[in-house]
């Protein structure tokens, strides 16, 4: 018999992670569909954060497993691991004085070895990734110069130059006005790969996500489409507010709107 996570792409099977005598993710399975954007929503303390470093194997699992294209991710190898899978933090800081440019070549570190030049495929990479993120004309920008909006977008180019298949995103639009959170989420959106991207905003992931898996004290509580799993009935039991859920007039995704009390 198949194991059920013996297919290609990102998989997490039934992991759980323990710290200092605490479970914090309890049994979680993932199957990203390929090319699809899965939102991981659930409250502060879900275990939203872990079970994202546990997909990019930072953190390795208490049991169950994460695979990669069917093999145990940590048997994959680290290199293998990094040109597949891109990771976007919340918030990315650096003290050495750099350009835009030289931040999205940092994501080609995994295709060359140590002390090379680069090569036309790392420049074509770099290129494209500037493309696609609307920052060429930004390239020779200092880095420590750019919004808030603009430093995250730089973080999605420097992962997009890695060519990877999957992306892993951790609350990207912390601190960021509704026009970027609109322009990033949309821009991750219409990449042609598969994405798994923590948020709070329900609405926000109502409009984006293909999937959505809440998790609620580490567990998996829900998942399904938006539509399927964004309810009254959830929001009051995870989250612990009232809130009405309806159908949104001229977009095929429900709008959320918080009731006081």
Known sequence: M??????????????SRTAAGRLIVDGVSLAPPPGAMVGLLGPNGSGKSTLLRILAGVLAPTSGVVTLDGDPLRDAGRRRVARRVAVV?????????????????LGRIPHRRAWSPPTTEDEEAVGEALTRTGLTDRA?????????????RVQIARALAQTPRELLLDEPTNHLDIQHQLDLLALVADLPLTSVIALHDLN??????????????????????PTEV???ELIAKVYGVRALVTQ???????????LRG
């Open 140 to 152: 020779a920008q200092s880095w420590h110069t750019l919004s808030g909006g603009e430093r995250q």
């Open 248 to 258: 949104h007039p001229t977009e095929p995704h429900p709008s959320i709107r918080f």
């Open 2 to 15: 198949t194991p059920p996570y013996a297919a290609p792409g990102l998989r997490a099977d039934r992991v």
């Open 204 to 225: 926000l992931a109502a409009m984006f996500c293909d999937h959505v898996l809440v998790l609620s004290e580490g567990t998996a509580y829900a998942s399904g489409t």
């Open 230 to 232: 964004i309810t009254e």
């Open 89 to 105: 933090d919340q918030d990315a800081t650096t003290q050495v004085e750099l350009t835009v440019e030289e931040v999205v070549r």
